[in-house]
């Protein structure tokens, strides 16, 4: 099937789950959650995405609610077919806690043949003062972490660039 120019270069997404609460129990209460994204790929080396929660998501701490809305962009520093080195960068918001501020987001990865690495990192632009031992310190609201490792079953990354 031949793609359009703009088919190429632009991806749409929207997803919704409904059913029982998750993993944690927030008491016995059906949920709906749902979210929206958009891609534009100007070059197969260049990407920038935003998304948004649709819904407002429960937390394990009571009373607390997260909908984020984000933007980013992905850079494949090298992309070969069976090497890939992508860095990220991007900005998130939860737009449910007025007080919470922007988050900055930093990312790469190394895509070897069918295995994937993927490092992440966060940190809020907000700080909270913290005083311990005579000292004070700010500390931002809010720090986050994650490493992923994976294998692609199957002959390509289906949600790749060709």
Same mark, same amino acid.
């Given at each position: 099937?031949?793609?359009?120019?703009?088919?190429?270069?632009?991806?749409?997404?929207?997803?919704?789950?409904?059913?029982?609460?998750?993993?944690?129990?927030?008491?016995?209460?059906?949920?709906?959650? @749902?979210? +929206?994204?958009? %891609?534009?790929?100007?070059?197969? #080396?260049? *990407?920038? /995405?935003? $998304?948004?929660?649709?819904?407002?998501?429960?937390?394990?701490?009571?009373?607390?609610?997260?909908?984020?809305?984000?933007?980013?962009?992905?850079?494949?520093?090298?992309?070969?077919?069976?090497?890939?080195?992508?860095?990220?960068?991007?900005?998130?918001?939860?737009?449910?806690?007025?007080?919470? @501020?922007? +988050?900055?987001? %930093?990312?790469?990865?190394?895509? #070897?043949? *069918?295995? /994937?690495? $993927?490092?992440?990192?966060?940190?809020?632009?907000?700080?909270?003062?913290?005083?311990?031992?005579?000292?004070?310190?700010?500390?931002?609201?809010?720090?986050?972490?994650?490493?992923?490792?994976?294998?692609?079953?199957?002959?390509?990354?289906?949600?790749?660039?060709?």
């Amino acid at each position: 099937m031949r793609k359009t120019l703009l088919a190429s270069l632009l991806s749409l997404a929207l997803v919704g789950q409904a059913g029982a609460t998750p993993w944690h129990d927030l008491g016995p209460r059906a949920m709906a959650m @749902g979210g +929206a994204g958009v %891609a534009l790929s100007p070059f197969k #080396f260049w *990407h920038l /995405t935003a $998304d948004l929660d649709m819904t407002e998501n429960l937390t394990l701490i009571d009373g607390y609610k997260t909908r984020y809305a984000g933007v980013g962009t992905e850079i494949n520093v090298v992309n070969r077919p069976r090497f890939n080195l992508p860095l990220r960068a991007g900005l998130k918001k939860n737009l449910s806690d007025t007080n919470s @501020g922007v +988050a900055f987001t %930093a990312g790469a990865g190394l895509n #070897f043949f *069918h295995f /994937t690495l $993927d490092i992440a990192g966060q940190v809020s632009a907000k700080r909270t003062q913290l005083q311990s031992e005579g000292k004070n310190e700010k500390v931002p609201n809010n720090v986050a972490a994650s490493i992923r490792l994976g294998f692609l079953f199957g002959q390509k990354d289906e949600g790749g660039r060709e």
